[in-house]
């Protein structure tokens, strides 16, 4: 009688390990198959921009690469209101952190010094694609990623650059990672 009572609590056993391992591959194929719990909704605020040419082929005073072969690039047209803009992208610059130096801010346009992280440039002639105000968040290679209206909050564009700072890690940072660097 003891016998058939301890091999049934080992059949219950192996059956609630199974229940424990089966059960999230059993709720993600029911999530997947009837799309219930995926969220529907973008998470990047800015803009896709697939006709927007590469940085290399603007129309730009002085030509401009990618800087240290790695940099992500936020562009930003700065025609009107220059010292404003500036310092408003100086400033989202600044709150990334240690994620800072994998970014370059590039000023289109206006008057003055240029302030520390940035470069300055000139259109040679005004693109139909630009807009005063404008910015633009290019990636190392320099293709645009997203762009953005005057409008857009700081904040956003600080959430949209810091997660694909996140999911892009920095490849010049790869040989500490993996413990090959000496």
């Not at 289109?108 to 940035?118: A, C, K, S, T, Y």
Request: proline share 7%.
């Amino acid at each position: 009688m003891q016998e058939a009572v301890n091999i049934r609590h080992q059949r219950i056993k192996l059956l609630a390990l199974i229940a424990v391992f089966a059960l999230p591959v059993l709720t993600a194929w029911v999530m997947v198959q009837w799309r219930i719990g995926i969220p529907e909704q973008r998470t990047a605020h800015g803009q896709l921009a697939p006709e927007i040419p590469r940085l290399a082929e603007w129309p730009l005073a002085e030509s401009f690469g990618t800087v240290d072969g790695g940099d992500w690039i936020l562009a930003f047209d700065c025609t009107s209101d220059c010292a404003q803009e500036a310092d408003r992208w100086w400033r989202l610059h600044r709150a990334l952190g240690r994620e800072a130096p994998r970014v370059t801010r590039l000023r289109i346009g206006g008057e003055g010094d240029v302030l520390p992280g940035e470069v300055g440039n000139h259109w040679r002639n005004v693109p139909d694609w630009q807009s005063p105000g404008r910015v633009w968040l290019l990636d190392p290679q320099g293709k645009v990623v997203l762009t953005y209206e005057r409008e857009v909050a700081e904040r956003d564009v600080m959430d949209d650059l810091s997660h694909l700072l996140r999911m892009n890690p920095d490849p010049r940072a790869a040989p500490e990672l993996d413990g090959t660097h000496r």
